[in-house]
């Protein structure tokens, strides 16, 4: 039947054009959640990455040493070691040959630290010139080696900058001694800062060594 056979091809044309109008909406729709996830990316790399070295910022480093944190207290068998690390004469190059200096040097120590570690470590810049490190599944040796892998690879060549630059670097580890989770932060940055004076001939008070905390680690550890 002629007329049998125009509906049907009536209809099959419609069913065409409907179909493309909903490829169309779908391709649109995806287009759109792609535009969606790069904008929440960006703002997660606002919130949780540091502008200037690329590191994880303080931020994610709350919130991955309070994961890192539970995890090994959940697994006491794999231990957890956190490092604190600290910029010696960063002031001096920022007063005396600008910030511009002082901030291709923590560039080039954040890139080499990074380069140095471990998958699955995680290095942050919590504070101008500070930085922790917090390496799972980690023994206090194996810790001390990376330390010493740390200095090695992340001393400027001779002639780099104006300004003699290392790093002063303290560490703790869970089942050392009578370390707990909790004090991981304490001990290591009581550490760090032991290794900062020895080099100035000083001798650290024993009430001072208790008591002592950079303003940026105390707070990440009362928030943890």
Known sequence: ????????????????????????????????????????????????????????????FEQRLSEAMASAEREPDKPLSVVVLDM???????????????????????????????????????GGDE?????????????????????HHCRPDEGDFP????????????GEGHVTVGGLCELADQRMYEDKVSRRGKVRPPADAAARLSASVIDIFQTV
């Open 131 to 151: 930085f922790m490190i917090i390496l799972p599944n980690c023994s206090h040796p194996a810790c001390l080696e990376l330390m010493e892998r740390l200095a």
């Open 163 to 174: 300004v003699a630059l290392r790093l002063s670097m303290g560490a703790a580890t869970t």
């Open 1 to 60: 039947n002629p007329n049998v056979a125009g509906m049907r091809k009536t209809q099959s044309d419609d069913n065409s054009i409907t179909g493309s109008f909903r490829v169309d909406e779908l391709l649109g729709e995806i287009s759109r959640l792609k535009r969606e996830v790069s904008e929440l990316r960006e703002i997660r790399n606002i919130a949780y990455i540091d502008a200037l070295t690329g590191l994880p910022n303080r931020r994610y």
């Open 88 to 126: 010696d004469h960063l002031k001096l190059l920022n007063d005396d040959y600008g910030h511009a200096e002082g901030d291709r040097a923590l560039v080039h120590f954040a890139t080499r630290m990074q380069d140095a570690l471990r998958d699955g470590d995680t290095c942050c810049r919590v």
